[in-house]
C-alpha cells in the first residue's frame, strides 16, 4: 500500500524559504499514471493546490502563489520536494504531498505537516 | 474555475439522506469533477472522482451526480462517521480548484 510522509521545518522565519519534502514508499514514483502534487490548508480554512510534478520533471503550478513555489522530483531517492520564497503569515498552514490520477483527483494523501511562519 | 458549495452548513440526523452541491462559475471539462471527505485532524479522503465514480472502499451510500456547472453528492442512510466536512474539487482546467466546503454535523 502506498504511503507518503511529509519532513521539513514546522516554523519558518517571514520572507525566508519553506522546504518540504515527500517520502514515498510501498510503490514507485516513476509510475506513468500519477502526478505528484501538494496542497495546503490554512487554519479553519479549504484546500488550496500549491502544484504538481511529473516523474520525468515536468511540473504545473497554481499562479496565484505568483512564481514562489518549486516543486522537484528525486527517482533515485523516491520522493519529491517543494520549496516555497518568501513568505509570510498567510503560508501558515498544514502542508500536504499527494498522489494525484494525472492531473487530477488525489487518491492517496499525506498525513500533513503544520508550517507556521513568524519570527 | 470557482467552486460555490451549499449549504455551508447542513444539520442532519443519522439515518436521514444528505444532498450537498458544488456549483461551478464554467463548465468543468469532461466531468472531471471529485468529492472528498475530511475529518478533524486528519487528510481529506477521496470519495467520488469523474462525478459519479465511487473510489476503492468507498461504500455504496456515497454517490455523485451532475454535469457541466452542477454537481451533486448524495449519501443515503447517513451512518454517525458521515459527519464531516465535504468538499469539491475541478480539474479539469488549470489551475485545480476546490469549493470552500460544507460542514455535515449532527443535529
Known amino acids: 500500500q502506498l504511503q507518503l510522509q511529509e519532513s521539513g521545518p514546522g516554523l519558518v522565519k517571514p520572507s525566508e524559504t519553506l522546504s518540504l519534502t515527500c517520502a514515498v514508499s510501498?510503490?514507485?514514483?516513476?509510475?506513468?499514471?500519477?502526478?505528484w502534487g501538494w496542497i495546503r490548508q490554512p487554519p479553519g480554512k479549504g484546500l488550496e493546490w500549491i502544484g504538481s510534478v511529473y516523474y520525468s520533471g515536468s511540473t504545473h503550478y497554481n499562479p496565484s502563489l505568483k512564481s514562489r513555489a518549486n516543486i522537484s522530483v528525486d527517482t533515485p531517492k523516491n520522493q519529491f520536494s517543494m520549496k516555497l520564497n518568501s513568505v509570510t503569515a498567510a503560508d501558515t498552514a498544514v502542508y500536504y504531498c499527494a498522489r494525484q490520477v494525472g492531473l487530477g483527483s488525489v487518491d492517496v494523501w499525506g498525513q500533513g505537516t503544520t508550517v507556521t511562519v513568524s519570527s | 474555475i470557482v467552486l460555490t458549495q451549499s449549504p455551508g452548513t447542513l444539520s442532519l440526523s443519522p439515518g436521514e439522506r444528505a444532498t450537498l452541491s458544488c456549483t461551478a462559475s464554467?463548465?468543468?471539462?469532461?466531468?472531471?469533477l471529485a468529492w472528498y471527505q475530511q475529518k478533524p485532524g486528519q487528510a481529506p479522503r477521496l470519495l467520488i472522482y469523474g462525478a459519479s465514480s465511487r473510489a476503492t472502499g468507498i461504500p455504496d451510500r456515497f454517490s455523485g451526480s451532475g454535469s457541466g456547472t452542477d454537481f451533486t453528492l448524495t449519501i443515503i442512510r447517513l451512518e454517525p462517521e458521515d459527519f464531516a466536512v465535504y468538499y469539491c474539487?475541478?480539474?479539469?482546467?488549470?489551475?485545480?480548484?476546490f469549493g470552500q466546503g460544507t460542514r455535515l454535523e449532527i443535529k
Open positions: 464554467q463548465s468543468v471539462s469532461s466531468n472531471y
Open positions: 474539487q475541478q480539474y479539469g482546467s488549470s489551475p485545480i480548484t
Open positions: 510501498g510503490g514507485s514514483i516513476s509510475s506513468s499514471t500519477y502526478f
